[in-house]
């Protein structure tokens, strides 16, 4: 089945130890995002690419930063994480980036002590 | 500025009565799309429905159905029938342009036996 995959699910940093999360995708979707969800809250959205190029949401750290080095992967790399960077990251994929549906990873739960 | 409102943080429901969760939203673009995605505790996130803007008709998905009311900019979910497996976090989404996804705070669902 074609699917979003993140590796790994459950990821546990030290404080400003830098860390990489994985995405793949099976769709051939040119669109990928990365979220982060905190505890019982929205995704918030922290970039996307659309093919190759790059969309880094206003708001978002300089702390994460991402690559997407061919169609089917992505990475989130957290450069020094602080404990208010635990969360879970979730990856999303869609055809394009206009009003299609995205289709969800099951998320890289971020532990940061 | 783009926003989604879900008034209801937890709802509860007994298993085969129908249950509404509530959305609203706050948009000045004509075109856009409305998503109603499921999280199921520890699993992935998928869309349960979606639903164009510029339909009057409410879409529907065996279960499940939505009150669009473009005016009052309202987008309601009712799920007939609930069972257990319909126990998740329900976020109701909005995206307007180039793929951003703007995310309600999302309402927790409990169905009872």
């Known amino acids: 089945d074609a699917m979003v995959i993140q590796n790994p699910r459950y990821q546990v940093t030290q404080f400003g130890k830098p860390v990489t999360l994985s995405c793949s995708q099976t769709l051939n979707h040119n669109v990928m995002y990365w979220y982060q969800q905190k505890s019982s809250q929205a995704p918030k959205l922290l970039f996307h690419?659309?093919?190759?190029?790059?969309?880094n949401e206003a708001d978002t750290p300089d702390n994460f930063q991402s690559r997407r080095p061919n169609t089917s992967f992505c990475f989130l790399d957290i450069r020094s994480p602080g404990l208010g960077d635990a969360a879970m990251y979730l990856c999303?994929?869609?055809?394009?980036?206009?009003?299609?549906?995205?289709?969800f990873g099951p998320g890289t739960r971020l532990t940061v002590l | 500025a783009q926003t989604v409102t879900q008034s209801q943080p937890e709802m509860s429901v007994q298993e085969a009565e129908t249950v509404t969760l509530s959305c609203t939203y706050d948009?000045?673009?004509?075109?856009?799309?409305l998503f109603w995605y499921k999280q199921p505790p520890s699993r992935q996130m998928i869309l349960v429905i979606r639903?164009?803007?510029?339909?009057?008709q409410n879409a529907t998905e065996n279960r499940f159905s939505v009150n669009f009311q473009k005016a009052a900019k309202s987008f309601s979910l009712k799920i007939s029938d609930s069972q257990l497996g319909d126990t998740a976090m329900y976020f109701c989404?909005?995206?307007?342009?180039?793929?951003?996804?703007?995310f309600g705070q999302g309402t927790i669902l409990t169905v009872h036996p």
């Open positions: 948009t000045s673009e004509n075109n856009y799309y």
């Open positions: 999303a994929t869609s055809r394009d980036d206009s009003y299609n549906e995205q289709f």
């Open positions: 639903q164009e803007a510029y339909k009057q």
């Open positions: 690419y659309y093919d190759k190029d790059f969309n």
């Open positions: 989404a909005f995206i307007w342009s180039y793929g951003k996804l703007t």
